[in-house]
């Protein structure tokens, strides 16, 4: 496995030249007052990110509060009722660059009752950096928040023990969390799947964020900044297997442009892996086979394509081909299933209802679905596993659904974006559920 100090491990990527590969997106999560939007303000504020005006206007809030710095904080809470309680409750984005990279912070409310917030913010994150206050150590919330990061399969876990200051900078009380924290990743595996590192930081006072400082002289390893810039980002770790699914066919009708007539192009974005013109490639669900002809990228023609591009694929055959279809590799061809398991995090108000039809969207594809059963929902304080028969908001429970029609799928832990579904109210076209497929 990758881990976050192997620095150019990232660079290794057979197309990493004509990729972005300079943008990470990582998470912010710990519990109430442990400091995440301190340290992402201070981020902003020690690479340089904030502009004048903002200083000035977070300067006045913090004046008017009696402080005598900065509250860096406020830089993150954008909701009025976020400022006034000093909490967050929606899932703040924010961005930042350095001059190698280019940063998308997600910050995520710490509350239990804010689990689906966390879960939507941590299904694109590379990276999630987990804050424990020195003072208190690993909470209940902290292995949360571990567990759902775990769940959504984020690679890289950075542990940022915060407020050193606040315990003199002591080591004894850092390496003392340090050793508690494996002992519980090793109990839910997250230390055999996952990257984990380690880091003492003072975020008010700035200490091994941007710079090192002389208070945590004991410390030799990188500072955050480091740590971030040297992490991987997405699909650069591991080779993948092509997953284009169709969004649109292209049929223009120009009758004063005869080369048209019978242009036919499948537009969609590359959600994996990479094509070039010449390959071999399958149509799913019918099973049509065929080669690519010429890959599009607007105007203009490109031999090779990767993930994350949108682009428009042009094949040498005729074959019927519709949105909900996905294109992929021939030997790389996943399964077209009619029945699925997963882990699913329940979003909605109304409790899911194993009486009720859903209609389930994966990638470009729609299918109305029944649920199976409900093997059991996770208690995210505890961990432990709890029979049920329906799921409140928030919940996340290891549940099954029978499909009306086929879903071209991958185990969520080899390919997020195949691998992940959202569950729809068919009354109310709600989005109500998030799935992984197990």
């Known amino acids: 496995m990758t881990t976050l100090?192997?620095?150019?491990?990232h660079n290794t990527h057979p197309h990493d030249a004509n990729r972005h590969d300079s943008l990470l997106r990582f998470m912010t999560c710990g519990s109430v007052d442990d400091g995440k939007s301190t340290l992402i303000g201070r981020l902003l504020f020690d690479t340089k990110t904030i502009l004048a005006d903002t200083l000035s206007n977070i300067e006045r809030t913090s004046s008017k509060r009696g402080m005598d710095a900065v509250d860096l904080s406020l830089l993150t809470d954008g909701l009025q009722a976020e400022r006034e309680q000093g909490i967050t409750i929606d899932v703040a984005y924010r961005y930042f660059s350095t001059g190698t990279r280019k940063y998308i912070i997600a910050d995520a409310p710490g509350h239990?009752?804010?689990?689906?917030?966390?879960?939507?913010?941590?299904?694109?994150?590379?990276?999630?950096?987990?804050?424990?206050?020195?003072?208190?150590?690993?909470l209940t919330q902290t292995r949360r928040?571990?567990?759902?990061?775990?769940?959504?399969?984020?690679?890289?876990?950075v542990v940022a023990v915060n407020k050193m200051d606040l315990v003199n900078y002591d080591q004894a009380v850092y390496d003392q969390i340090k050793a508690d924290y494996l002992a519980f990743a090793r109990d839910i595996g997250l230390a055999?799947?996952?990257?984990?590192?380690?880091?003492?930081?003072?975020?008010?006072?700035?200490?091994?964020?941007?710079?090192?400082?002389?208070?945590?002289?004991?410390?030799?390893?990188?500072?955050?900044?480091?740590?971030?810039?040297?992490?991987?980002?997405?699909?650069?770790?591991?080779?993948?297997?092509?997953?284009?699914?169709?969004?649109f066919v292209c049929r223009p009708h120009d009758s004063a442009n005869p080369?048209?007539?019978?242009?036919?192009?499948?537009?969609?974005?590359?959600?994996?892996?990479?094509?070039?013109?010449?390959?071999?490639v399958t149509v799913l669900p019918n099973g049509y086979q065929s080669k690519v002809k010429a890959i599009q990228l607007g105007e203009t023609q490109l031999t090779h394509a990767h993930t994350e591009q949108s682009v428009t694929l042009l094949l040498e055959d005729e074959i019927d081909t519709s949105r909900g279809d996905m294109i992929v590799k021939t030997a790389q061809a996943p399964t077209a299933v009619k029945q699925i398991e997963a882990n699913l995090c329940w979003l909605s108000e109304t409790p899911l209802s194993p009486a009720r039809t859903y209609i389930i969207r994966h990638t470009t594809r729609e299918s109305k679905a029944k649920v199976g059963q409900i093997d059991y929902k996770v208690d995210v304080n505890t961990l432990e596993q709890q029979a049920t028969a329906d799921l409140k908001m928030n919940d996340i429970a290891k549940v099954s659904f029978k499909l009306a029609q086929p879903l071209m799928v991958d185990p969520y832990d080899k390919?997020?974006?195949?691998?992940?579904?959202?569950?729809?109210?068919?009354?109310?076209?709600?989005?109500v559920g998030a799935g992984m497929i197990l």
Do not use: C
């Open 112 to 138: 239990e009752q804010y689990t689906r917030n966390m879960v939507t913010a941590a299904s694109t994150a590379n990276l999630a950096i987990i804050l424990i206050d020195a003072r208190k150590g690993v």
């Open 192 to 247: 055999q799947a996952r990257d984990i590192q380690f880091i003492p930081l003072s975020a008010l006072n700035g200490d091994m964020l941007v710079d090192r400082l002389d208070n945590l002289n004991w410390y030799q390893g990188p500072t955050l900044i480091e740590l971030l810039e040297q992490a991987p980002s997405a699909h650069s770790e591991q080779d993948e297997a092509f997953r284009f699914p169709v969004q």
């Open 145 to 157: 928040h571990s567990y759902l990061a775990h769940l959504v399969g984020i690679p890289h876990i």
């Open 415 to 431: 390919n997020r974006a195949t691998g992940a579904f959202i569950v729809i109210d068919e009354s109310t076209n709600n989005t």
């Open 5 to 9: 100090t192997d620095s150019n491990h």
């Open 259 to 280: 080369a048209l007539h019978d242009f036919r192009g499948f537009m969609g974005r590359i959600e994996s892996g990479e094509i070039s013109v010449g390959d071999a």
